[in-house]
């Protein structure tokens, strides 16, 4: 009987309460995106660059005796996956986008994003650790990178 009558004064609050009580700001939807305005957009660039660079360098700099496949991946997609949170979006941008501004600084964006990953591609002291890594278990060890 008591979970009956609290169930009872639950739904009896809930339809007194005002409507303002239950509005919360609109969550985004699971895959949504911003893009940034054409102002923010070379600042941006620039640091996700910087930040992407600062991390190959370390990468490029780790010990061949210590480079390990699952290491070496987990960090070069990490590495990847910042570079395409800001060119995924930028890439529709410069197509769609309204704002000449905006598609033109997305464009000048992706046409950095491109040469950096020409640089990172290329880099021998990179190539020369997926060559080195070794994985841990066998079936690591029989797929290398």
Excluded at 48 to 70: D, G
Excluded at 112 to 122: H, I, M, P, T, V
Aim: hydrophobic residues 50%.
């Amino acid at each position: 009987m008591s979970v009956r009558l609290t169930l009872s004064a639950l739904a009896l609050a809930a339809a007194l309460a005002p409507a303002h009580a239950h509005a919360a700001q609109p969550s985004p939807l699971a895959g949504a995106f911003v893009i940034p305005s054409a102002a923010a957009i070379p600042a941006r660039c620039e640091a996700t660059i910087s930040s992407a660079r600062a991390r190959t360098r370390a990468l490029e700099k780790t010990p061949l005796a210590k480079i390990r496949a699952t290491k070496l991946l987990a960090d070069w997609n990490a590495i990847q996956m910042a570079l395409e949170d800001l060119n995924g979006p930028l890439g529709l941008a410069a197509e769609t986008h309204p704002d000449a501004a905006l598609r033109a600084a997305a464009v000048d964006c992706e046409l950095k994003l491109s040469a950096f990953d020409g640089e990172y591609y290329q880099s021998e002291a990179l190539y020369a650790r997926a060559s080195a890594a070794q994985g841990k278990t066998a079936v690591e060890r029989e797929n290398p990178p």
